[in-house]
């Protein structure tokens, strides 16, 4: 079975700051990434997702993410954050066998942008 | 689209009531699925669904029961309250591996 290790907790930036949070993942086989945002309130939304191809992510409102298959990890990044970016940030992975496979999250990560 | 829709969106129990929560999706996807989120716990997976009259269980299914009559409709139900059971919970669907479109949520309190 896979699972989804995010290390940083909280994370607390200064705006235009930039971001970087890790997501590391374990899993013998071919695997799909994504990246969640939770807005306070709200339900999750897709940042972003790698399911092949280019390692280089690029998803909604300037995020990226780099897979690197050697050390198992898709963190995600941003060059400059906005007040706005503030809210819990969810790695995600399932095993692409072809067939439908369960979704594994990680604990996320509290973003807070301090303007 | 209404997407993914979860009623009611919230609920207080007493223990040891019994209760449904809805989910409902329009966008025939195969795949659903129930998750509770807890603080710093992330989304742990409750039960899940291939498709209609197929169901599993997840990390976390014990207190729950799920069934999947049609492609649409996803109920989770809790036998018996429990306070541990206090959490929001959140239904999704999607097509085979594809993202998951989430509903907005059910922020259930048991006393």
């Known amino acids: 079975a896979q699972s989804v290790s995010q290390h940083n907790h909280h994370v607390i930036l200064s705006e235009a700051a930039s971001l970087e949070l890790g997501c590391n993942y374990s899993?013998?086989?071919?695997?799909?990434l994504f990246w969640y945002v939770q807005y306070p309130g709200q339900h999750l939304q897709l940042l972003l997702k790698?399911?092949?191809?280019?390692?280089l992510v690029k998803g909604i409102k300037g995020f990226e993410a780099e897979f690197i298959k050697s050390k198992f990890s898709f963190n995600l990044r941003k060059p400059s954050v906005q007040w706005s970016d503030t809210a819990e940030y969810f790695c995600?992975?399932?095993?692409?066998?072809?067939?439908?496979?369960?979704?594994?999250f990680g604990t996320g990560t509290k973003l807070q942008v301090i303007p | 689209n209404a997407g993914v829709t979860q009623t009611p969106k919230f609920q207080v129990l007493k223990t040891g009531q019994s209760m449904t929560l809805q989910c409902a999706q329009d966008?025939?996807?195969?795949?659903m699925s129930w998750y509770r989120q807890d603080p710093g716990m992330g989304l742990r997976l409750i039960h899940y669904?291939?498709?209609?009259?197929?169901?599993d269980q997840g990390e976390v299914p014990n207190g729950y029961n799920v069934s999947r009559s049609t492609t649409e409709d996803f109920p989770l139900r809790l036998l018996s309250a429990a306070p541990s059971q206090t959490s929001v919970y959140f239904c999704?669907?999607?097509?085979?591996?594809?993202?998951?479109?989430f509903g907005d949520g059910t922020r259930l309190s048991i006393l």
């Open positions: 899993y013998g086989g071919t695997v799909n």
């Open positions: 790698y399911f092949s191809g280019d390692p």
């Open positions: 999704a669907s999607s097509y085979r591996n594809q993202p998951q479109h």
């Open positions: 995600a992975v399932n095993a692409d066998t072809g067939g439908y496979q369960k979704v594994t």
């Open positions: 966008m025939n996807h195969e795949y």
């Open positions: 669904s291939v498709g209609a009259g197929i169901t």
